[in-house]
């Protein structure tokens, strides 16, 4: 079964709101979670870094205030996109690292359709 | 240099032959190394780690390792259309980050 899980798989929002994405690690306790987003055909690109009880750390580029990440929990991440744009529509995935094995696993990805 | 080397493709193998995939990476201080499977439209799934030098094998899967080399690849036996997707390399490296390779994308032809 999953070891890491996303939900929702698939969300449809209008532009101008906000969407939320969750991220659980169902099998261990993960201090670190990865967000990742994926246009079609290319290659996954990492946003951000969730750190459990502190501030994400956010790649280059990529806007802190439009993409909030929140790590309140040991098996819970969330990635909310504020003030949704037909361009932020993509495929957003998380992972997480379980620290004992050190083996990532992914989550089954969010489709964003913003319209 | 990029950090990781990957053969994009297309691959193209017979089904039941074997499938090789090829990954060279730059991080020497890298110590995980992943093999993940990924379908069109889904996320990456993944199929093999490794951390020591040699191979490793799980079912039709093989990982070999050569740190030296730098270089670390995935075979895959008797292949099957349903092994059609694209494969990923990854290491964990200091940066505590995945990187990934380009991907391969590998076609089993009945």
């Known amino acids: 079964g999953a070891v890491v899980s996303q939900h929702p798989s698939r969300v449809i929002c209008k532009s101008g709101t906000s969407v939320k994405i969750e991220c659980r690690s169902l099998?261990?306790?993960?201090?670190?979670m990865f967000w990742y987003r994926q246009f079609p055909k290319q290659s996954l690109m990492l946003m951000a870094t969730?750190?459990?009880?502190?501030?994400?750390?956010?790649e280059q580029g990529v806007e802190k205030d439009k993409f909030l990440i929140n790590h309140a929990s040991l098996t819970l991440s969330t990635l909310t996109v504020t003030s949704a744009h037909p361009e932020d529509s993509s495929f957003y995935i998380c992972?997480?690292?379980?620290?004992?094995?050190?083996?990532?696993?992914f989550g089954e990805g969010s489709w964003l359709t913003v319209v | 240099q990029k950090e990781v080397e990957q053969n994009s493709g297309p691959l193209s193998v017979p089904e039941g032959a074997i499938a090789s995939l090829n990954c060279t990476y730059s991080?020497?201080?890298?110590?995980?190394f992943f093999w993940y499977r990924q379908y069109s439209g889904k996320s990456p799934e993944l199929i093999m780690s490794?951390?020591?030098?040699g191979d490793k094998e799980d079912g039709r899967f093989t990982a070999q390792l050569n740190k030296a080399s730098q270089y670390v690849s995935l075979l895959i036996r008797d292949s099957q259309p349903s092994d059609s997707a694209t494969y990923l390399c990854a290491f964990w490296g200091g940066n505590e980050k995945l990187t990934f390779g380009t991907g391969t994308r590998l076609t089993i032809i009945p």
């Open positions: 490794i951390y020591s030098n």
């Open positions: 099998d261990f306790q993960a201090t670190t």
């Open positions: 991080d020497r201080g890298s110590q995980s």
């Open positions: 969730s750190n459990e009880g502190s501030k994400a750390t956010y």
């Open positions: 992972s997480a690292r379980d620290p004992g094995s050190g083996t990532i696993y």
